[in-house]
């Protein structure tokens, strides 16, 4: 793994709270090749967003942030404020889940999506405006020459979307985090967007980190796919083989929760519960109060990531059994 | 599913857009626009659409929540929209809604207990003992301890929230409920629990469904029939399964084709479609599909297509048809 | 956009409307006859009613106050019972001068609070933004004229650098334009704090810093704007604070103003004076709000299409 | 840039849920704004109620020995100990005894203007059309008055006394009140619940007071807080301007006014009185901020 | 009589609040007011030099016509105007001023002929004739003009009352007989007439000039007269500066080049002022001495050296409406006198006042009894007495209320009533009132009672006892409301007679019998206080309200 872009090793994020402090991310691990697709799928309170907002740094004063997160080898934990600046915008970009309110309603588009330029590039202001017009074409929007000069609110959703993605690639960044980019949007819009993100990663080489809660993106944009549960990482792997063979319970819990668009209507089949509050984490494994075939051991020691098969690890103590045969 | 429930005919409901000095209105925008459909009894009617379709407008005008602008609804043959307001809080106990936001859709300041209490309290049905037994029954009925009944609702999960609406809904009885996306707030896990609580609820007290929902695949599930809508106008309406096997009109077959499947060895073609929703204080003139449809004709910009039935029990509304 | 301007424009006169008929009615229902106070208690009953029928005073209330509007607008404020002087020329000696503090004291509001309120923002939760915190509390509960006592007795007359009071140069502007500023520079220093913790935490500044935009920028370029809307609407909004604080401020300082004026002509009853001045008042205000209206579509651009 | 980066349920049912038993010294260290500013008004309170218990002399009446040889107020002393005012009477008394009419006139002010507003706001914004806008305009109108010199000149009308000062602060103070209320009236209103509540079959009326209402009390009750801070200030404006609480009557107001003259030989005068003022004033602006803190937890006005 | 009586002297009374430590001033003298020739410093008067002197409030009134308060008069009277006769310095005694000698009275006693001294002229140039005199009542019996002055000649003098309605164009009472003789005809006799003549109203003016700017109204913001001094600019509100007039015929006067007049209500700063050297000086007719800055400057030897007290003709008194329950139960009237504490009133006005028992105050002829002090007198504060007094008299409600005009330390001195009343029985309800206000209440005749003040016109007796008792002044000047037929009567006849012991004699009878009836509490004389700055030379008060700034000079600048 050391051709990795983006190497993540037990992160653990906490915030600040009345009774100390919350585990919102417990210890993940994970790695990024340069090119590659990586969905990140989990129920909302599983800490996919705040794994992805520790990467940037960008979380509040009260959250602490432990670990290691590498970025071409370089610790950007360690890093001061100034250094990691340089990184974002530039070497890794991000885009957000509401286009409606990431865009600042009081700034032009052209002005917003210059932004990063700004900050990493020098560049003349006619540069700069030629630049901006063409990540606008890049992105597809129609009347670039005119959208430059319009704010956010004169703009649809998907428009808007496509403003952030564009601003995203301005400096044709190395890693690209897409964190649920388009759960706001309709069907028919998040299919223009999703393609719109494949095409410009193929052209650019860029790594994407597809963070989402639909398992129907993670099966069509990514090549792996990284299942948390409760700040966890619960399974890993290859998106066949995870789809296809899922290991852990929670992940074929999950995906047999999901209504089929195909065949005969069956009796969905839940996972029974809620998801665990951060307050109020059960000490084993995670997923063991919701889980079907949990086991003494699962209420009381939590299982560590193991591999099942060649990349596709799964943290479980039904797995570790097997492994251990 | 020969007697209907609930009959829309032409139902409108159109928002005044005032401009100007005088407020003068300028034009509407019209979120429901000549919508016609039955609903029979016991069974589930689906309605999706993007956001901005008019659906949940479409939803609350068929209970009255909003005041239709045009158009007829027709529950167990009482016209609705001719009635007055103290006839209509009366009939009000037939037909429940349920909201989408489980957060919103409970008072905080009240106990559960109080809560679904309420609406008997409103109408006045049984004594005190009989509320707080039905109280306890129908939280049992839809998956929760009756000990709910003591604490309030920042004390429950999204999903047991969402079960409390529906305990609320079906406090008096109703043979007919609006579900307004009713798990689109919900995690994927809590979804199912929610679709099959209602499914048995549907079983056990012999309800009547319309089912509001973006989620094609749940829609999918739920429903037997399925209408889809696009600005405000139903584009196409059929059974279930062969809605989905066999779309005829241009944007359910976009429509469907854009929903990614979690599977990763399903490639399908997609149809992309031109553009965005155009804005409904301003639709297209004809077809409202037009301007992003891959097979529109010179016709489909001027003439609106009719509503027919294309093959038994399968409307739609496009020129390609007709 | 004009006809956002002219909707806000016959929106403000429908305001000065009930403005002048609630004055109206007020003074109508004054204890004392106009016509009496006039010409002195001793006029026999001739003369008084005679002034009446001058006055219009022995017509209907509609009519009168018709005759009123009438007047108003030809720039007719009446005569003022007690100083024998046209209102209009008493408002005109007085009016320049408690414009100056009023710009004054706006000026210490803004120069202050401005600065103060990002900063506060920017050490959120912070003991510097928990130390200014209280400082602002204990500026708005400040009242008015015992501040500015204060600050005559601790600084005009204890240090003896500054006029006790009146009107003059500059330094006759100093002390009151704290006393009335202060209060309002602490309501504008925590409304320009909340309302820039509030846009600090909306997405588009996280979008700013995730395109490596430093804390500095944010706050200047991405910030600053969203969080001034408000602000400049307070601004104007002020101004009706300001009225009232004027007229405590000019009596402790003895500033003469129209704040002064109006004390004192309700003290002499004088009800031309106290109505004009009160209408003057009201029409700062509304005129204010009309501007800040159309300055608030200016910046806003989410309001100008609309 | 605090809770917005969370996800919505990070901690489930996020805000009210979390805040349930608390132990005082940890609620003190949460909300110090709620229990200082809470501990200030209830002294005040209890010096209002205990006044005749508290104070050792009659505020109205002047002493034999409350003045020098020359008329002068004497300096505070063992016998009085915050001296005596310009009429030979004891400063500290007629301080313990200003603390009612403030609270009287900041809490039945704020009562008018709460009942006004609140049943304009409620009405304005849950019917909506043209009465709402008939209101609003009225609020308007009312916003755009200079406040205090109306409220003065109404006083000076209606003839200088405590009732008539709260009748004149609470019956144009309300304008605000009515602007918050509609405001939380139209968020509320939109709210699932009372469309709920609606398609249940209940009333208006039944909404508005059995869900509408239950819900814009928090705001009220913290905005309640902040206008009897105000309210006192304005008591005090007036009695200070000499239209407010008449003598012999004590008010700090007119005690500061009276004190006014000798600011310089007696500055004990205005001392007394406007120290207590300023702190009950802050006393009350404390308490609406920490209320605001507490039940409020959205940062705003 | 009839006319305007008066109205202004109430207002006088407000602002002129009185004061002083009395150590031993002003009790011993019975005429002639005091001669404290405070500022009369040694040296030679020099000419030139710039004063400063604040006012508290704008100067109502410059038209001598109309000026009949004590803020104008202070200007009109002797400053920018001056009239036939004047005071002689510091005394009560009169003397020729544009007058060549005291008037010719013929034996009648109704015809008074003046002759004018020659050769004066007004500060534009204008020369002063006789017509000059006549223009000026003319004006005054005019009722456009609005003169306050009109009860003073009407029907005083002949043919006044027929000018007045309108029914001829021809003062016949008052006549030009050539440019240097004025013949004025009475109706009846009036002992105190020169007097009369001696106010301010009685100025001559150019009639020219007045046209010239516009009339009457223009005039009273643009003054010219004869006097020492003349407006040089007026901005109301702020001030106004007086330089002298070059055709002031005694060419040696006024001293000063030029004083500046500041608008000031803020007593405290211009006492600041006073200290920083910059205000010349501070006095009742001009800016009062607040409390304390007396109290202070008092106990500082270099001030008070400069702190002069003087009492004038003026008295503060409670007056109790003998028409109006319970005020109307003679018995109640003196409970009320035995219940008030004067010292108290005096302590409260840091002792600038003088406790009197009497109606005339002190400088005024009549004031013999030397009532304050003595023990046989009528009434004492004996609070058992007045329970006594109210248990007799069988009233029960003894609600009131209490006038005051809201100004320090009358506001207080009530409330020091209002306890002592309170502590015999009443129940006092005091009533702050701005200061027209004031006037409308206590005229009305419907208020029970009021802390009232009163100053002279002129110093006569008659100007106390025959204005504010007779019942025809009831309720405007009269505000007691009091009548009493055989006071009537004696009044009546004290008017006309002849100046001496037995007219005083008779005022003496009348005021035992008002206070008797208890119509007034008498509280005490004001003490003017005053202080000037060590550079300020000849400065002094006249127990009239004239303010002789023309004797003014400065040895400093």
């Known amino acids: ?156 959703g998907g428009m808007r979307q496509r403003v952030m993605i564009a601003m995203a690639m301005a400096c044709e960044p190395k890693l690209l985090i897409a964190d649920e980019p388009t759960t706001a949007l309709d069907v028919t819009v998040q299919a223009q967007i999703l393609d719109l993100l494949r095409e410009l990663q193929a052209r650019n080489n860029m790594a994407l980190l597809l963070i989402t809660h639909d398992l129907g993106v993670v099966a069509e944009m990514c090549e792996r796919v990284i299942v948390m549960y409760a700040g966890k990482v619960v399974e890993e792997g290859d998106v066949r083989s995870v789809f296809r063979n899922p290991q852990h319970p929670y992940t074929s819990g999950l995906l047999n929760s999901i209504p089929k668009l195909i065949g005969e209507r069956e009796r969905l089949q839940p996972i029974r519960g809620n998801v665990p509050s951060l307050a109020n984490m059960p000490p084993g494994c995670r997923f063991a109060p919701r889980c079907p075939h949990a086991k003494d051991i699962c209420h009381t020691n939590h299982p560590s990531l193991l591999d099942v098969e060649a990349g596709h690890k799964v943290s479980c103590w039904m797995a570790e059994e097997v492994a251990a045969r | 599913m020969s007697d209907a429930l609930l009959t829309v005919s032409n139902l409108k409901k159109y928002f005044p857009i005032r401009k100007g000095v005088l407020r003068r209105t300028v034009g509407h925008v019209k979120a429901v626009d000549d919508v016609s459909f039955t609903v029979q009894k016991g069974e589930t009617l689906g309605i999706v659409g993007e956001s901005g379709c008019g659906k949940s407008t479409m939803g609350r005008s068929i209970l009255r929540l909003i005041e239709p602008t045009g158009g ?166 059929a059974e279930s399964l062969e809605l989905f096997e066999a779309p005829l009109h241009p944007y359910t077959q976009a429509l469907l084709s854009a929903i990614p499947v979690p599977d990763p060895d399903v490639k399908r073609e997609r149809i992309l479609l031109r553009g965005d929703l155009p804005s409904p204080a301003n639709p297209p003139a004809g077809c409202p599909f037009h301007t992003r449809c891959k097979d529109a004709k010179d016709i489909c910009k001027t003439k609106k297509p009719v509503w027919k039935e294309v093959r038994p029990g399968h409307h739609v509304a496009c020129h390609l048809y007709s | 956009m004009a006809s956002y301007i002219l909707r806000r424009f016959i929106g403000a006169l429908v305001v000065l409307f009930g403005i002048s008929v609630i004055t109206f009615i007020i003074a109508y229902a004054a204890p004392g006859d106009p016509a009496r106070l006039i010409v002195g208690a001793k006029a026999p009953q001739t003369v008084v009613d005679a002034v009446r029928h001058n006055l219009g005073l022995d017509q209907p209330l509609p009519i009168q106050y018709i005759h009123y509007i009438g007047r108003l607008l030809h720039g007719d404020l009446g005569f003022s019972y007690h100083n024998n002087l046209p209102v209009a020329e008493l408002i005109g000696q007085r009016i320049g001068n408690t414009v100056q503090l009023a710009l004054a004291s706006w000026i210490v509001e803004v120069i202050l609070g401005l600065p103060l309120g990002i900063f506060g923002a920017l050490y959120h939760r912070r003991t510097a933004d928990y130390i200014l915190s209280f400082l602002t509390l204990v500026g708005m509960s400040m009242p008015v004229f015992w501040f500015g006592m204060w600050l005559i007795q601790n600084v005009a ?109 309700i003290e002499n009853l004088d009800f031309p004076v106290i109505m004009a001045t009160v209408l003057i008042a009201a029409v700062f205000v509304v005129v204010m709000n009309f501007i800040v209206d159309i300055v608030y579509s200016l910046i806003d651009p989410r309001i100008s299409l609309s | 840039m605090n809770n917005a980066v969370l996800e919505p349920s990070l901690s489930p049912a996020a805000g009210t849920a979390v805040k349930r038993r608390m132990s005082f010294w940890r609620f003190a260290r949460r909300y110090p704004s709620v229990v200082v500013g809470g501990l200030i008004v209830l002294i005040m309170v209890l010096i209002a109620l205990f006044a005749p218990v508290l104070a050792h002399y009659d505020p109205t009446r002047p002493l034999s020995d409350g003045l020098s040889q020359m008329g002068a107020p004497l300096p505070p002393n063992h016998k009085y100990w915050l001296g005596t005012d310009t009429e030979g009477r004891d400063v500290f008394s007629r301080v313990l005894y200003g603390a009612r009419v403030s609270l009287e006139v900041g809490f039945f002010a704020g009562l008018i203007s709460l009942f006004i507003g609140a049943l304009l706001g409620i009405i304005s914004g849950y019917f909506g059309g043209w009465v709402d806008m008939v209101i609003m305009r009225l609020t308007d109108m009312v916003l755009a008055f200079p ?73 009220v009750v913290i905005y309640l807080t902040l206008a009897i801070g105000q309210n006192i200030l304005l008591e005090a404006s007036l009695s200070f301007l000499g239209f407010g609480v008449q003598p012999p009557e004590p008010s700090w107001g007119n005690m500061i006014q009276e004190g006014m003259a000798y600011f310089q030989l007696a500055p004990w005068l205005i001392y007394a009185p406007g120290l207590m003022l300023l702190i009950t004033t802050i006393g009350f602006n404390l308490l609406g901020d920490g209320l605001r803190d507490w039940l409020d937890p959205k940062v705003g006005r | 009589m009839e006319g305007l009586w008066k109205k202004g002297l109430a207002a006088l009374s407000s602002t002129a609040v009185a004061v002083a430590l009395l150590a031993g001033c002003g009790g011993g003298s019975t005429n002639n007011a005091t001669s404290n020739s405070t500022g009369t410093n040694a040296g030679t008067p020099q000419k030139g030099g710039t004063i400063n002197i604040d006012i508290n409030d704008d100067v109502a009134h410059f038209d001598p016509a109309v000026a009949y308060d004590q803020g104008s008069w202070e200007f009109v009277w002797g400053n920018i105007y001056n009239q036939l006769l004047k005071y002689k310095p510091q005394t009560t005694d009169l003397e020729p001023d544009l007058a060549t000698s005291m008037p010719e009275i013929s034996s009648d006693g109704l015809t008074y002929t003046f002759h004018i001294k020659k050769g004066i002229k007004f500060s534009n140039g204008d020369p002063v004739t006789a017509q000059s005199f006549v223009d000026e009542f003319k004006r005054i019996l005019t009722p456009s003009v609005q003169s306050p002055a009109v009860g ?313 006892l025959d204005v504010l008792f007779n019942s025809n002044q009831a309720p405007i000047n009269n505000w007691a409301n009091y009548k009493n037929p055989t006071v009537d009567k004696e009044l009546q006849q004290a008017a006309t007679m002849p100046d001496g012991p037995e007219r005083y004699k008779l005022y003496d009878k009348i005021q035992d019998q008002i206070l008797d009836d208890a119509a007034w509490v008498p509280l005490y004389n004001p003490v003017n206080t005053t202080i000037h700055q060590s550079w300020v030379n000849n400065y002094y008060t006249s127990p009239v309200m004239e303010d002789p700034l023309a004797d003014l000079w400065v040895s400093k600048h």
């Not at chain 4, 009236?185 to 249940?200: G, M």
């Not at chain 5, 309605?165 to 030009?176: I, N």
């Not at chain 5, 003349?230 to 702020?238: A, V």
């Not at chain 5, 009320?336 to 002792?351: C, F, M, R, S, T």
């Open chain 4, 147 to 219: 406040f205090l010199l109306f409220v003065v000149a109404l006083v000076a009308v209606m003839k200088p006394s405590v009732t008539n000062v709260f009748i004149a602060i609470g019956v144009f103070g309300w304008a605000q009140m009515a602007r918050i209320i509609r405001g939380q009236v139209l968020a509320v209103k939109e709210l699932e619940y009372v469309q709920a509540a609606r398609s249940l079959g209940a009333s208006a009326w039944n909404i508005i007071f059995k869900e509408v209402l239950p819900n814009v009390i928090t705001p």
């Open chain 5, 152 to 464: 003073f000649i009407d029907p005083a003098i002949q043919g006044a009352d027929d000018f007045y309605k309108g029914k001829t164009k021809e003062l016949t009472g008052v006549v030009a007989k050539d440019d240097y003789t004025l013949v004025i005809k009475l109706t009846k006799p009036q002992t105190f007439f020169t007097k009369v003549l001696a106010m301010p109203f009685f100025s001559p003016v150019d009639e020219k000039y007045i046209q010239s700017i516009g009339g009457d109204k223009a005039f009273d913001h643009k003054p010219m007269g004869t006097g020492p001094f003349m407006m040089q600019s007026y901005t109301p509100g702020k001030g106004f500066v007086l330089v002298r007039n070059p055709n002031y015929y005694d060419s040696s006067k006024p001293y000063l080049d030029e004083i500046d007049v500041h608008v000031n209500s803020n007593q405290e700063s211009t006492a600041l002022s006073f200290e920083q050297g910059n205000t010349a000086l501070m006095d009742d007719y001009t800016q009062q001495i607040p409390a304390q800055y007396y109290l202070k400057w008092s106990a500082q030897s270099q001030y008070s050296s400069l702190l002069k007290k003087q009492p004038y003709m003026g008295i503060e008194y409670v007056g109790l409406n003998t028409q109006v329950a319970p005020f109307n139960n003679k018995l109640v009237r003196q409970a009320v006198e035995y219940a008030i504490n004067k010292d108290n009133a005096v302590k409260l006005a840091n002792g600038r006042g003088q406790v009197t028992n009497e109606i005339l105050p002190p400088g005024i002829q009549g004031y013999v009894q030397q009532l304050g002090g003595q023990d046989d007198v009528n009434y004492k504060y004996d609070p058992n007495k007045a329970k006594q007094l109210l248990k007799e008299s069988g009233v029960t409600n003894l609600n009131v209320t209490m006038i005051v005009r809201n100004r320090a330390p009358l506001t207080q001195i009530a409330q020091s009533i209002q306890a002592d009343l309170n502590a015999v029985g009443f129940h006092v309800t005091l009533k702050q009132v701005g200061e027209s206000d004031y006037l409308s209440q206590a005229e009305s005749g419907k208020a029970q009672f009021g802390l009232y003040g009163w100053f002279a016109d002129f110093p006569d007796p008659y100007d106390f």
């Open chain 3, 157 to 265: 007359y204890g240090l003896g650098i500054l006029p006790l009071g009146g009107v003059g140069g500059i330094s006759h502007l100093i002390l009151p334009a704290i006393t009335l500023g202060v209060t309002n520079m602490a309501f504008y220093q925590r409304l320009v704090k909340s309302s820039m913790v509030d846009v600090m935490s909306q997405d588009y500044i996280r979008t700013a810093r995730a395109n490596g935009v430093p804390a500095h920028r944010v706050v200047t370029r991405h910030a600053l704007k969203n969080g001034l809307i408000p602000a400049v609407t307070y601004a104007g909004m002020d101004i009706a604070q300001l009225c009232g604080g004027v007229v405590l401020t000019e009596t402790v300082f003895n500033y003469q103003g129209v704040g002064q004026l109006a004390w004192q002509s």
């Open chain 1, 1 to 156: 793994m050391s051709d990795a872009l983006l190497e993540i090793s037990d992160l653990r994020t906490s915030f600040k709270s009345e009774s100390g402090y919350m585990n919102a991310v417990a210890g993940v691990s994970l790695s990024l090749r340069a090119g590659e697709t990586v969905g990140l799928v989990g129920e909302s309170g599983c800490g996919k967003s705040v794994t992805s907002l520790s990467i940037m740094q960008l979380l509040p004063k009260t959250a602490k942030v432990e670990g290691s997160i590498r970025f071409q080898g370089k610790d950007l934990l360690a890093m001061k404020e100034p250094d990691v600046r340089k990184f974002r915008g530039n070497e890794i970009s991000m885009i957000f889940q509401e286009p409606m309110t990431a865009l600042n309603p009081v700034l032009r588009i052209g002005d917003q999506i210059a932004e990063p330029l700004r900050m990493h590039k020098k560049l003349s202001k006619r540069e700069l405006h030629d630049r901006v017009i063409e990540l606008l074409k890049q992105v597809g929007i129609p009347r670039p020459e005119q959208i430059v000069k319009e704010y956010p609110h004169q703009l649809s």
């Open chain 2, 72 to 237: 007829e609804v027709k529950f167990e043959n009482t016209n609705l929209t001719k009635l007055s307001k103290g006839s209509l809080r009366t009939l009000r106990q037939k037909m429940q809604i349920v909201f989408q936001d489980p957060y919103a859709s409970l008072n905080p300041k009240f106990k559960i207990g109080t809560i679904l209490e309420r609406p008997m309290q409103i109408h006045g049905l049984y004594t005190p003992a009989e509320r707080r037994k039905r109280v306890a029954s129908l939280l049992e009925r839809c998956g929760l301890d009756p000990s709910a009944a003591e604490k309030y609702p920042n004390e429950f999960s999204g999903g047991q929230r969402q079960r409390i609406g529906i305990a609320r809904a079906l406090t008096l009885n109703p043979s007919l409920i609006v579900l307004d996306e009713p798990v689109s707030a919900l995690d994927v896990s809590v979804q199912s629990q929610i679709i099959n609580l209602l499914e048995d609820l549907q079983e056990a007290f012999s309800l009547t469904y319309l089912f509001i929902a973006h989620d094609l695949s749940v829609v999918r599930h739920i429903s037997d029939r399925i209408a889809v809508m696009y600005l405000g106008q139903t584009m196409e309406l």
